[in-house]
């Protein structure tokens, strides 16, 4: 017998409790998945950058340096295939109540490469989608920014947020990231400050008007848009993936993804 979620939630509080405590001896550096990125990786050079060429894969390959990133350690995983589509091969994503994402680690200097482009197809979306309203902050399809930072700059708060999901996931996050998010609800240019830390901005860039299995094309500026969320200038880029989200209104979602690149303005 399954047990309820709340005993799970209280049962996982007390062993978070404990992993607090054994980390909280550990260099705070430590808790950031981007210091390692910088660290390891030569950043990219050229007119453009490809940070995800679905097109030149495969359908129902894998796909080489992609990987998943947990949002809770409770909520089902969505998951992401290669799939044909129109045109060429793009990245599925499926989301049945769950949530997840997909994404591969990267170094870019937003001032050399600031402009993101992207093309996506949303094919179904739960009822109400918005980030303003924790019920429904949900999206079929987001595209993921991660950037490195300075760790001096982030408040106790945020830096105990870095702890907590280390200790309930065993993962890392990096210093900031930027979510770039469809809504049918919420109007373009909403942004919404996730509610455990500022260091995740969700920015809407798409309002569907109850279009659904159009392919959009969305051009965006990263380092104007990281300068207005955050107040500050961005650091590297370390990460570019996709989320396609349903775990809060416990509905289903799928979209497709096509090829995610940077260049200069």
Known sequence: MALPTRVLRDAAALACGVALAACAAAPADELLASTSIVAELERETGALVEAARFSGGHAGEPLSGWRRFVVSPFARKSEYHLVESNPGVALEGRADGS???FYRRIRIEPARHPVIEWRWCVLQAPAEVDPRVPARDDSPARVIVAFHGDLKRLAFGEKLALRL???LTGEKMPYAIIMYSWSNTAPVGTVVEND???KIQTIVVENSGGRIGEWS??????????RKVFGEEPWDIVGVGVMTDA???REKARAQYGDISFRAR
């Open 247 to 249: 775990r809060n209104t």
């Open 99 to 101: 949530a997840s994402g």
């Open 196 to 198: 455990e830390t500022r």
């Open 217 to 226: 094309e969305l051009r965006r500026n990263v380092l104007e848009d990281y």
């Open 165 to 167: 999901y280390r200790a």
